[in-house]
Nanobody, 119 residues
Framework: VQLQASGGGLVQTGGSLTLSCASS????????VGWYRQKAGKERELVAE???????NYADFVEGRFTISRDDAKNTLQLQMSDVQPADTAVYYC??????????????WGQGTLVTVSS
């Protein structure tokens, strides 16, 4: 699976930004699709995900500021970010999970897009 994330950039505190991810395969076929982020020197962490049945999960730090959505007609995965804070500065990755084995998830990652929030 080839994933291409875009939309990152420099944004001021309190501003908004929308990230988008394109896939070589249909997002609707994957078990889980989502966005993760990785801050400098930190481990990658989940931001938001959509389960195949349509359910969504958000990290606690999102606090209602971000919305994840899947557009099946355009085959894109978006993350609408609002009221961004300097703590949201990170490289954001789109992710798809297409299976699980007894040793872990089968998944693919996009190349990441940098979001920098200025104070």
């Amino acid at each position: 699976v080839q994933l291409q994330a875009s939309g990152g950039g420099l944004v001021q505190t309190g501003g908004s930004l929308t990230l988008s991810c394109a896939s070589s395969d249909m997002f609707s076929t994957f078990r889980v699709v989502g966005w993760y982020r990785q801050k400098a020197g930190k481990e990658r962490e989940l931001v938001a995900e959509i389960i195949r049945n349509g359910g969504t999960n958000y990290a606690d730090f999102v606090e209602g500021r971000f919305t994840i959505s899947r557009d099946d007609a355009k085959n894109t995965l978006q993350l609408q970010m609002s009221d961004v804070q300097p703590a949201d500065t990170a490289v954001y990755y789109c992710n798809v999970e297409y299976g699980r084995t007894n040793v872990g998830k089968l998944q693919s990652w996009g190349q990441g897009t940098l979001v920098t929030v200025s104070s």
